[in-house]
């Protein structure tokens, strides 16, 4: 049996947590478990206002973790993140689903994390001072964390993020992959390059094989094909029902590569 | 167990009733408010058969708690009609046959009712990414798509 506690703050419901309280977001995977009467013992909630608090302007933009995607597709200074939120769910879901659940939501889903750790978000937690980089949460997806908020570093222009999702059934589908690609560069040559996947692992991953590929060259036809034929190293794709381990590693160079020429072009 | 009051608008109006601990919004407004129009098709957020809209924006009422529906403004397909008189999309979904078996139904008139809400004209391709939610198995969509650009087109004449 499942109760819901509901406190004002964020502070209140992070002193909730522990023995069996799972934190309820927009409820598009906890509720789920509680409808198969398979969800935690404890739905903890907050109505903190800072959980749903938009810092649109400025080199980082700060989304509180109760954002939704459709909150983030109606902000015109989160253009960089339209093309993501936009392919998370459906309608509904994208009116539910918030960045903080994203954060945690097991395979085949977690596609927005996939562009925050490309683009070196850093989450923080509640309760805590300072940030923790996204890429580290995923390693504790089964004890998540608590998240306020996410910092977003925000692309100097547009030819400097890129994000890319693959599903079979268009235009709501969940992942064959997802992959992310932030590529700042100096003076032509690419410095700094982040790749990150989606349904290549456990957990949203970073791609060494492809960042390594890139760094230091210029986004050009034969640098792209470097990246392309490194793109499945150190991956470890699941096979589920959309498709398979294999199929995952063979397509993934292909798809890194739609995304980089797209890049390339502007 | 513990029983929670929840006071909220449906349909435009004032409706209260108790919710179960941890009741999700389609359970809630079927068994202890009484609108049988939301249906439960996968309880899973895959099909989109308990859309309902919450503030004028597309939910699913099956992932949605019952108590965070309080005070909130919850309208579902029940409520477009105005007493004998059908919502224009329901007429556009009559004349184009957009209804087979009619489970899917109640689920798009209201996810065409919120596009249509705030954009009176939608092209084709926005009718599909905002009906894109909703599973039908029967009608295959084109006659759903048709209905919805039927109804628009007529919101233009109105």
Request: with cysteine; aromatic share 4%.
């Amino acid at each position: 049996m499942t109760t819901v506690e509901t406190f004002p703050t964020l502070a209140e419901a992070a002193r909730a947590m522990g023995s069996g309280a799972a934190f309820f977001g927009g409820g598009t995977v906890l509720m789920r478990d509680v409808n198969a009467g398979d969800g935690p013992q404890r739905l903890v909630r907050s109505a903190d206002p800072a959980l749903t608090e938009i810092r649109a302007q400025g080199e980082t933009v700060r989304l509180g973790a109760g954002v939704t995607m459709a909150r983030i597709l109606a902000e015109r200074d989160l253009a960089f993140l339209h093309p993501v939120a936009r392919q998370i769910g459906g309608p509904q879901v994208r009116n539910m689903g918030t960045l903080g659940g994203n954060l945690f939501a097991p395979h085949p889903y977690g596609d927005f994390a996939v562009a925050l750790i490309a683009l070196g978000a850093r989450a923080v937690l509640a309760g805590q001072g300072g940030a923790r980089p996204v890429e580290e949460l995923m390693r504790e997806r089964a004890r998540p964390p608590l998240v306020a908020a996410i910092e977003i570093p925000r692309p100097r222009s547009g030819r400097e993020f890129g994000f890319l999702k693959v599903s079979r059934v268009k235009p709501k589908g969940v992942s064959v992959l997802s992959v992310a690609a932030f590529l700042p560069a100096e003076g032509g040559r690419i410095r700094g390059a982040r790749v990150a996947w989606g349904a290549m692992g456990p957990a949203p991953m970073r791609g060494q094989g492809a960042e390594r590929a890139l760094e230091g060259g210029e986004l050009d036809a034969a640098t792209i094909a470097r990246a392309a034929a490194q793109a499945a190293e150190g991956l470890d794709p699941p096979t589920d029902a959309l498709a398979s381990a294999w199929y995952r590693k063979e397509v993934a160079g292909v798809h890194l590569r739609r995304l980089l020429e797209r890049m390339e072009r502007g | 167990m513990a029983k929670k009051p929840v006071t909220f608008t449906l349909n435009g109006r004032e409706s209260a009733a108790f919710a179960e601990e941890g009741q999700n919004l389609l359970d809630f407004l079927r068994r202890s408010v009484g609108d049988l129009s939301p249906k439960y098709g996968c309880g899973q957020g895959g099909c989109g058969a308990c859309t309902v809209l919450i503030d004028g924006e597309p939910h699913l009422s099956c992932l949605t708690l019952a108590e965070a529906a309080a005070g909130r403004k919850v309208e579902t397909a029940s409520g477009l009609a105005t007493g004998p008189v059908l919502h224009r999309l329901q007429e556009a979904f009559m004349e184009r046959f957009a209804a087979q078996c009619g489970f899917c139904t109640p689920g798009m008139l209201v996810s065409a009712k919120a596009l249509l809400d705030c954009n009176p004209r939608p092209t084709r391709d926005e009718i599909v990414e905002a009906l894109s939610g909703n599973l039908c198995r029967c009608t295959g969509y084109e006659p759903i798509i048709e209905a919805v650009l039927d109804a628009a087109g007529e919101r233009a004449r109105a």
